[in-house]
């Protein structure tokens, strides 16, 4: 791994690499992706919390019917 600190030297190297296999290649404003991060945190905690409730009222209904 290459300390981030250090990342923009290589930079110009990687984009050429993705023109020449034709891979997307994305960058953003700090900010802009610190936001993404929340957000898709924020996605990925709300989905995992509906699945544990589910599983949960799944648990106490099945432990009521017995």
């Known amino acids: 791994?290459?300390?981030?600190?250090n990342l923009y030297k290589i930079q110009p190297d990687v984009l050429e690499?993705?023109?020449k296999?034709?891979?997307?290649?994305?960058?953003k404003p700090m900010g802009r992706a610190f936001l993404d991060i929340l957000t898709s945190l924020e996605k990925s905690g709300r989905m995992w919390r509906e699945t544990y409730e589910e599983l949960m009222n799944?648990?106490?209904t099945i432990k009521s019917n017995t």
């Open 21 to 27: 296999y034709n891979i997307e290649y994305l960058s």
């Open 17 to 19: 690499l993705c023109r």
């Open 1 to 5: 791994m290459m300390p981030r600190h």
């Open 58 to 60: 799944a648990s106490n």
